[in-house]
């Protein structure tokens, strides 16, 4: 794996110069293609005013959208510093592709395979004082239905005392899937929803906290999602229900079929021969031997 220096040094992500390109790239390129492909509604910007760095900003992840979208409907004075957390294994495999994603979205490598390359970074940037932008699930939703969180992005904010900003994208899932090669062609409608900033109750476990923040998220996306009258992350997680029980179902009729069949041939195996087709009786021939032999005396 590609160790790129400007992920591990947290003043690369205050560079002025990045800054600009980052301006260009993110406001000029990537958010006029975003807002042009779709139709992305922002609510919540008033819970942001007295916001100040740092910061955790957190969300559900289901689209190739997502980063795009979240700093897109941040305020400018807030997303100009903003680092991304980036899977190292995709985004950071190759020293191009590496090099690229950080000066696009400031992102730093986030280990997602057990490696400790880049053990730190995390803590670091925010010691520094550089807000971020992490996604506790971990990965992008298969399903469209919100994964756990992961108790990591909680403890980073109860440990550096930082507040962690809820966002909910709804809508993003079914305008882009990860199993969509495509970016949407028919301007779907994407609802940025930003929440009122988080932190943790005094006692409060990491555990406890991240629980918190995965039904702060989820809450804001059902709200949205029913006032719209799109689908819920109850929705999407009923249909992967559904989805699992017909897969049950169709392995458990596989399987009464294979065991049917498997009895049909052990049947068959053991049903007596059709009448002359049998091994001859050999008593038969044993008592005409003997009978020709008393006959012969």
């Not at 958010?31 to 609510?43: E, G, R």
Request: hydrophobic share 40%; proline share 7%.
């Amino acid at each position: 794996m590609t160790k790129d220096a400007t992920a591990v040094d947290p003043k690369s992500y205050r560079s002025f110069l990045k800054a600009g390109v980052r301006f260009l790239g993110q406001d000029v390129a990537l958010k006029s293609a975003v807002w042009t492909m779709c139709h992305v509604l922002v609510h919540g910007r008033e819970h942001l005013d007295t916001v100040d760095e740092p910061f955790i900003v957190i969300s559900n992840h289901s689209s190739h959208l997502d980063a795009s979208l979240i700093l897109g409907a941040l305020p400018r004075r807030l997303r100009s510093h903003v680092a991304t957390g980036a899977a190292a294994d995709y985004f950071f495999d190759k020293k191009l592709k590496g090099m690229m994603t950080s000066l696009l979205f400031n992102a730093y490598p986030v280990e997602r395979k057990g490696t400790r390359t880049h053990k730190g970074i995390t803590g670091r940037l925010l010691d520094a004082g550089i807000p971020l932008l992490i996604f506790p699930e971990g990965t992008r939703s298969r399903t469209g239905a919100l994964g756990a969180f992961k108790p990591g992005v909680a403890g980073l904010s109860i440990s550096r005392g930082v507040p962690c900003i809820p966002l909910a994208l709804v809508g993003a899932f079914a305008a882009w899937p990860y199993d969509r090669a495509i970016p949407p062609t028919n301007r779907p409608t994407i609802h940025v929803v930003i929440g009122h900033p988080l932190t943790a109750l005094p006692n409060e476990s990491a555990e406890e906290f991240s629980e918190r923040m995965q039904h702060n998220v989820a809450e804001l996306y059902n709200t949205t999602a029913k006032a719209y009258g799109m689908p819920t992350l109850d929705d999407y997680a009923r249909a992967v229900a559904w989805k699992q029980a017909e897969e049950v179902e169709e392995e458990a009729r596989q399987e009464a079929e294979a065991a049917e069949e498997e009895a049909h041939r052990e049947a068959e195996a053991v049903q007596p021969a059709p009448a002359g087709e049998s091994d001859p009786d050999p008593a038969p021939a044993k008592r005409t031997w003997r009978q020709r032999l008393l006959k012969r005396r």
